[in-house]
Structure formats: structure tokens, C-alpha cells
């Protein structure tokens, strides 16, 4: 073998190990850097709000998000809450429609049908989330007015109803996958005794898919956790602690970071702040998929 | 309840949510194409906007995000393509450095948009921008040091890299064995085998992940919020270091922060519906050549 054809071998390989482990550099710079940014909310500093400030109630009992005034504010308990709700929400929302959506598409809809009606499903997860918040600030924002007559048109509802319509496409084909995993001959058993296509469903293929829907309920909720531009654009963006009204305004963890990153000066407080609420959902969404994941061995270990 | 009323029931709640859902499709497109048709002229298209943004055209945004989401795609497409071989042809399947390198892609496809215009702010503009202004342009101010396209598309890149790199990977491990096997019982070396045999024919899979990355690339604005795109940039970028208008984050600013709301609607409504117009035809692209690589396969 010449010498030229060795040394491209070797170089190739060389590229290939580099690019992993770029790749893993990659994922180690993101967590390593957010939190190195996000440390110095952590420690007490001079000047700036003691670290247990970003949780513990205020004066007179108040969690206060007020990054600017003569004395800032940085409890992160509004955010979360609002982050919390409006993907519960939305979650609420999506996961009914998606997983008896999903039904459907595995278990009635015909062959031929299936051929445009998934390709529509997908084409509708690959739409922009800045057109999906549009849609929600213009449209879903009349409709929820019209629907509840609340007092103030962007709201946690309406934030709510545009991650939802990001999200379920994911529900809906996560779940549609887990449903067509069922062994076939465990349906034709349960059909050869006489049962209903919904009793089949109802009763075979969807406990029996439950662990990998659950799966894909979790992975929903993280996305909608992750979310950012649907309700930066449609929430109402007033960081209001109100866990229990979904007509109040919220705002989100992703959306406090987009707003008000532009504005604050390197080294403040606020930005290790902002840098901290970035750790904290990263350290989040991981944790919902690392559940997810769980959840998926699990039940197959169970089986096994 | 009896077994036919629960089954009536099943079946109306069942094509009732896929009627929902499919509805819902109709909802996005529905009032995007209404509303944005009657405005999107060549004009739109083709010419500058105006300083308040309310009039003119987007032309700057369009070449903002062409430019962008083109390098990106340069810089993702070796690095995604590049792990793809190293998972599926060098690394053994259940060794520890493959476990590495899929959780890792795993646990990058999980951090959310935002989180990466934090790392891209943090680390691109302010680390390794200011880093190469210290050492290129010791006594000017920040060139590197401050957004423009290169961070974007570096933080866009990192962004889609797991897309490219499952996708990749997915096609490539569905090339028989047999083939590899053939190649180097012919005396080709590993590398030869990648190059000649298995990248070619995994040609489909890596487009298909390419066309979802730029897709995603053409519609992210979080990640680009602070790593170099502007509201107002009316000349298109034509160095590395300058900052450019993104369509999506065209529309961002047209439906939060324009001066005159109904003045820059019909801007609004055209531009909402160009972007999903590109992102749709770039998502029935990846379908298309995923179609194309399965064989046909729903």
C-alpha cells in the first residue's frame, strides 16, 4: 500500500475522532459556559442581592421580578411559575388532541390516506415558531377574547393555545410511532376474542404503548418549556404571579431572557441572572428528557 | 357503557382530534395566505425597506438569512457529517466513546433555542471574538469582539448540528455491511471505504439533513437575537463581520416593536407569509428526498 493512500487513512480517521469529539466539546462549552456566566448570581456579592433573594419572598411576602428601579428585584419564582403554567397549558391543550389524534391516524385512517394526511401532520411541525406567535398575537388572541371575555388580550390562554399548535405535531407522530410498535398479533388476539376496534384500542394498544406516549408527553413538555418566541410575542410578557388564572399575563424563563438580555451591562447582576435562568432551563429540558428516556427502558426492561 | 356506544364514542373522538388537527394546519395557513398574498409583490421582494420599516421591501432580510444559513451549513455540514462516520463507521457500537458522543448529541438536540444565543452571545461574541481582536486588532476597537453573521451562523451551526448528524448517521448505517466487506476484501482502506463506497451512496440522507438544518436555520430567531442580526440593516452583508436582517426576525419586529402597527401590517402579513412559504418548501424538500432515499416508505 503506498505511503499516500496510509496517510489519507489515517488523516480520515484522525477527522472523524475530532469531529466527535468537537461535538461532545460542543454540548461540555454550552453547559460549561452558561453556568461559568450564571456563578455569580450563585455567590454573595457586594451590592448585589443575596443569592437566596432569587427565591425567598420580598417585602411583605412578594416574589418581585424588577430587574430595573432604584432597588432591583431578581426573584425568579414569577418566572418559573409562568414558564410552568403556560406548558401545563399548553400541555393540557395539545396532549388529549394529540394522542386521540393518533389514534386515529394508526389505527382508522386508511393506507392511501395516511400518505398525505401524515406528510400534513409533519408540515405543520416544521412551521416557524415567530409565524406561530404571529397567528397567536393576531388570531388566537381575538378567538380567546370572544371565548372567555378576559380582561387583558395577551395572556397565559393565548401563549398557551400557540405552544400548543407547536407542539402537538410532535405529540401526534411520537405517539402514532409508539401506537404502530404494538405487536400486531397482540391486537389480532384481542380482536380474535371479539373485540371492538375501541376496546382494542382503548384496551390493548394504549396501555401498551403507554410508556413510550408518556415518553413522548415528557419530550412535549420540555419543548414547550424551551419555548421562546410564541410567548415572547403573545403572553403579555407582565411578570404576574397568578399560578391558578390562565387570563393572567405571564412570563416565561425563555421569554425573560430574550426580552431583557439587550439590555444589561456585562458583568451586572442582572446578566449572571439571566445567564443563571439560562442553566436552569438547560439543566431543566435535559432533566425532562433524561426522564423520558427512563421511562422508555424501563417499561422495555419490564418486558423482557 | 355498551361495547357499540363505546365504540361510537372512540370513533367520533378519535377523527374528531385528527380533524382538529388537521384544521389547525388549516388555521396556520389559512390566515397567513389571506391576509400576506395581496402584499407580496417583487416589489416586496426585491427592494429595501424603508428606515421605520413600515414600507419597502425585504430584500436585505432575504439575502441576510440566504447568507446566514449558508454558512452555517458550511461549518455544520463537515462536523455533523464527520460524527456521523465516526459513529457509524469507527467507533465500535457499544463502546464508550460512541455512548459519549450520542448522549452528547442527544443532550444537544435538548437545550432550548434561547440557551444558545446565551452560549453564542457569551461565548462567540465575547470569548472568542474578543480573543481574536486582542490578537488581530490589538489597538482598534471590537471587530470580531461584537455580532455579526459569522457568530450567528456559528450558534445557528451548533444549533442543527444533531439534525445533520442523526440524519447522517441514520443513512449511512442503512448501506448493507455486504458492500463495505466487498470494498476492503478489494484491498481499500478504511478511509476508502467511507469515501468511495458508504458516503456516496448516503448521499440522500445527508441532503435531507442538510435541507432540515437550513430550514430550521431560516426560521430560528432566538439563537441570532444577540449574536448578530439587526433590525435595520438596509445594505446585505458582504463581510463576515457585518451584522444583517433576518426574515424571521423581520417579523419578530414588525409585530412587537414597529413605530406605526398598522402602517407596517401589510410588511407584517407578507413578510410572515414569505418565511413560511421558504420553510415550507424546504421542509417538503427534506420529505421529498427522505422519500427518495427510503424508497417510499410512510
Redesign the interface.
Known sequence: MSPRRRLLDRAFAAAAWLCAALTVGCVVSVFAFVGREALPALVARPGAPPPRALVAPGLGGAFTWQPVGRRPKFNVVPLAVGSAKVAALALALAAPVGVAAACALAFLVSRRARRWVKPVVELLAGVPSVVLGYLALTVLAAWVQALTGCRYRLNALVAAAGVALAITPWIVTLADEALRAVPRETLEGAYALGASRAQVVLGVALPAARPAILAALLLAFGRAVGETMIVLMASGNAPVLRPLDPTASARTLTATIAAELGEVADGSHHRAVLFLLGAVLFVGTLALNLAAERVVACASRRES | MN??A??R???A??????G???A??A??VG??AARGAPHLTWRFLAGRPSADLADGGVLPAIVGTAVCTLLMTVAVL??????A???S???PSRSR?AR??RA?????A??????????G???FV??VGRGLDRLLYPALGPVFGRPCVLWSAATLA?LT?PVV?VTAEESLRAIPRAQREAAAAL?A????V??RVALPQARGGILTGAILAV?RG?????PI??TGVASFAPDPPTDVRDMFMHL??H??VL??QAHDLDAARPA?EAS?LA??LV??G???AA?VARDRTRGGR?
Open positions: 361495547a357499540r363505546l365504540d364514542a372512540f370513533h373522538a378519535a377523527w374528531g382530534a385528527l382538529l388537527v388537521l389547525a394546519t388555521l396556520v390566515p397567513l463537515p462536523l455533523g457529517v464527520g460524527t462516520v465516526f459513529l463507521e469507527y467507533a466513546a459519549v458522543v452528547s448529541l442527544r443532550n444537544l435538548a437545550v432550548p433555542s434561547v440557551v444558545f444565543g446565551l452560549f452571545l457569551g461565548f465575547l470569548g451548533a448540528l448528524a484491498g482502506t478504511r478511509a476508502e467511507v469515501l430550514g431560516a426560521g430560528e430567531v432566538a437575537l444577540f424571521a426576525h417579523v419578530h409585530a412587537t407584517l410572515a418565511l413560511f420553510t415550507l424546504l421542509n417538503v420529505l410512510p
